[in-house]
């Protein structure tokens, strides 16, 4: 899941591009944890009821604040309703990716018209998206290949800073949804998305940039910008949570390593973010095993937390760690945090061999 | 054990019980390797890898008559081979299975067995 993009264009940045040895790395298999087949098939069942006990309180949430925040408008009680309305909304960004993993539910359908809901708040066009995270998950973090690289090296701390109001990353976004509603694809997107997929894409865009139009259309109508405060402006005034909690995933940690336990963290936090991030601060155990769904994720961490680094015990030693090793990528761009990975007994393999563990 | 038919060489997987209803299993023979399903319809089998990327499905998940690919939840019928999800686009080749005595026969190309 990306978070601030880099934005700075330049492959001669990119460490990873003149290392000789890259190819080799990533023909290698990435690291697998151990895990009784038994185990894994109970925690990658996908369940409509948990699915629905996450989302059908968050919708209900974000009507109540819209309601809250309408209400407001014109009084500086507006202020905090449409910092909570915004907060809830950018929730939507870990509700897409989940969805685009296809496994909060059980039915197909009910995953695809969230999927869709969720990629229109959050400014993610879902077609482009779907194959776009693909390559993340790919490639996590190997420079070059990752079109999802969190913090750009050597560090950039503008982009970092800007993007809790969402001003790069979904700026960003809102261009290429334009582009690409008029038809204008790049080589780039040619070179991942499939021949079959790209009229669905462009439609989809027109389809977001007609549900903006018309919002815009309400607000001219009835010469307010309220309207517009509930449609993708959210995830400008409200987007600090997501990058808050998003930085935590990547940013620092080793590149061009296929062991996610080098490049990938986990982050105990609280109930209440965890229910807006849908566990994802659980990161580790998501891209160790990306088919289990959000809500397993906890339980998959106690399955495997003894093969991996230690969680970090909350935000605060996470950032503490963290916001210095970027402060040094600045100059040196070769520093890495060093993740301790635990001395194992056995080899690794891949589940199927190992179902009598 | 290895019959061969023509051009098919039908040879055992596994014993039918070793796998579970709504499951997959992972099997190697002649430099090639296979999953071979079990779901309420019977016993079915296809490439082991993904046609995507480098994934063996038998670490994929099935789900009635899918199978999810590990890496990218890309998804192929089971039966047919048919690609059913985004990113997965390419056909999934399957082979012929049937059950003798309990045990699982897998139906792979004959000029495997050269290759052996």
Same mark, same amino acid.
């Given at each position: 899941?990306?978070?601030?993009?880099?934005?700075?264009?330049?492959?001669?940045?990119?460490?990873?591009?003149?290392?000789?040895?890259?190819?080799?790395?990533?023909?290698?298999?990435?690291?697998?944890?151990?895990?009784?087949?038994?185990?894994?098939?109970?925690?990658?069942?996908?369940?409509?009821?948990?699915?629905?006990?996450?989302?059908?309180?968050?919708?209900?949430?974000?009507?109540?604040?819209?309601?809250?925040?309408?209400?407001?408008?014109?009084?500086?009680?507006?202020?905090?309703?449409?910092?909570?309305?915004?907060?809830?909304?950018?929730?939507?960004?870990?509700?897409?990716?989940?969805?685009?993993?296809?496994?909060?539910?059980?039915?197909?359908?009910?995953?695809?018209?969230?999927?869709?809901?969720?990629?229109?708040?959050?400014?993610?066009?879902?077609?482009?998206?779907?194959?776009?995270?693909?390559?993340?998950?790919?490639?996590?973090?190997?420079?070059?290949?990752?079109?999802?690289?969190?913090?750009?090296?050597?560090?950039?701390?503008?982009?970092?800073?800007?993007?809790?109001?969402?001003?790069?990353?979904?700026?960003?976004?809102?261009?290429?949804?334009?582009?690409?509603?008029?038809?204008?694809?790049?080589?780039?997107?040619?070179?991942?998305?499939?021949?079959?997929?790209?009229?669905?894409?462009?439609?989809?865009?027109?389809?977001?940039?007609?549900?903006?139009?018309?919002?815009?259309?309400?607000?001219?109508?009835?010469?307010?910008?309220?309207?517009?405060?509930?449609?993708?402006?959210?995830?400008?005034?409200?987007?600090?949570?997501?990058?808050?909690?998003?930085?935590?995933?990547?940013?620092?940690?080793?590149?061009?390593?296929?062991?996610?336990?080098?490049?990938?963290?986990?982050?105990?936090?609280?109930?209440?973010?965890?229910?807006?991030?849908?566990?994802?601060?659980?990161?580790?155990?998501?891209?160790?095993?990306?088919?289990?769904?959000?809500?397993?994720?906890?339980?998959?961490?106690?399955?495997?937390?003894?093969?991996?680094?230690?969680?970090?015990?909350?935000?605060?030693?996470?950032?503490?760690?963290?916001?210095?090793?970027?402060?040094?990528?600045?100059?040196?761009?070769?520093?890495?945090?060093?993740?301790?990975?635990?001395?194992?007994?056995?080899?690794?393999?891949?589940?199927?061999?190992?179902?009598?563990? | 054990?290895?019959?061969?038919?023509?051009?098919?060489?039908?040879?055992?997987?596994?014993?039918?019980?070793?796998?579970?209803?709504?499951?997959?299993?992972?099997?190697?023979?002649?430099?090639?390797?296979?999953?071979?399903?079990? @779901?309420?319809? #019977?016993?079915?089998? *296809?490439?082991?890898? +993904?046609? %995507?990327?480098?994934?063996?499905?038998?670490?994929?998940?099935?789900?009635?008559?899918?199978?999810?690919?590990?890496?990218?939840?890309?998804?192929?019928? @089971?039966?047919? #081979?048919?690609?059913? *999800?985004?990113?997965? +686009?390419? %056909?999934?080749?399957?082979?012929?299975?049937?059950?003798?005595?309990?045990?699982?026969?897998?139906?792979?190309?004959?000029?495997?067995?050269?290759?052996?």
């Amino acid at each position: 899941m990306s978070s601030t993009p880099d934005a700075s264009g330049s492959d001669a940045a990119k460490p990873g591009l003149t290392d000789p040895t890259l190819d080799e790395r990533i023909g290698q298999q990435w690291y697998q944890p151990r895990i009784p087949r038994a185990v894994l098939k109970e925690l990658m069942k996908r369940s409509d009821a948990e699915g629905l006990r996450n989302f059908v309180p968050w919708l209900l949430l974000l009507v109540a604040s819209s309601v809250v925040a309408a209400l407001s408008w014109g009084t500086w009680w507006a202020v905090p309703a449409f910092f909570v309305y915004g907060t809830i909304y950018s929730s939507s960004d870990a509700r897409w990716h989940e969805l685009a993993h296809g496994t909060p539910f059980k039915t197909r359908w009910l995953n695809d018209a969230f999927y869709h809901l969720s990629s229109f708040m959050t400014i993610r066009e879902g077609y482009w998206w779907r194959w776009s995270h693909a390559r993340h998950h790919t490639h996590t973090y190997f420079q070059g290949r990752d079109p999802e690289i969190q913090v750009a090296r050597p560090t950039q701390v503008f982009p970092i800073i800007v993007d809790f109001f969402g001003l790069l990353g979904s700026s960003l976004e809102i261009r290429k949804i334009v582009r690409h509603a008029f038809g204008r694809v790049d080589a780039a997107t040619d070179a991942f998305l499939p021949a079959t997929e790209k009229p669905k894409m462009i439609w989809s865009c027109r389809i977001y940039l007609l549900v903006v139009i018309f919002t815009i259309g309400l607000a001219i109508t009835f010469r307010s910008f309220l309207p517009l405060m509930f449609v993708w402006t959210p995830r400008f005034y409200g987007g600090w949570l997501h990058q808050l909690l998003g930085l935590t995933q990547h940013a620092g940690l080793a590149v061009n390593v296929k062991d996610h336990r080098l490049n990938t963290r986990t982050v105990y936090i609280n109930p209440v973010y965890r229910f807006l991030y849908l566990n994802m601060n659980y990161h580790l155990e998501h891209h160790l095993l990306p088919m289990v769904p959000f809500h397993a994720l906890p339980r998959l961490h106690e399955v495997i937390k003894d093969q991996l680094p230690p969680a970090y015990p909350g935000l605060y030693a996470a950032y503490r760690e963290m916001v210095p090793a970027l402060w040094k990528q600045r100059s040196e761009p070769g520093h890495v945090i060093e993740r301790k990975v635990p001395v194992e007994n056995g080899p690794h393999g891949s589940f199927a061999t190992q179902s009598g563990i | 054990m290895a019959v061969e038919t023509n051009d098919i060489e039908w040879v055992v997987a596994c014993a039918a019980s070793e796998i579970a209803e709504e499951d997959v299993i992972r099997f190697d023979y002649a430099g090639a390797s296979y999953a071979v399903y079990r @779901i309420a319809e #019977g016993f079915f089998a *296809s490439d082991g890898w +993904c046609t %995507h990327e480098r994934a063996h499905l038998a670490d994929g998940f099935v789900l009635a008559r899918e199978i999810e690919c590990p890496l990218h939840q890309g998804r192929f019928d @089971i039966p047919t #081979g048919k690609p059913k *999800s985004p990113p997965v +686009c390419v %056909h999934l080749k399957t082979y012929p299975v049937r059950v003798e005595g309990g045990e699982v026969l897998l139906g792979v190309p004959a000029q495997a067995q050269a290759a052996s």
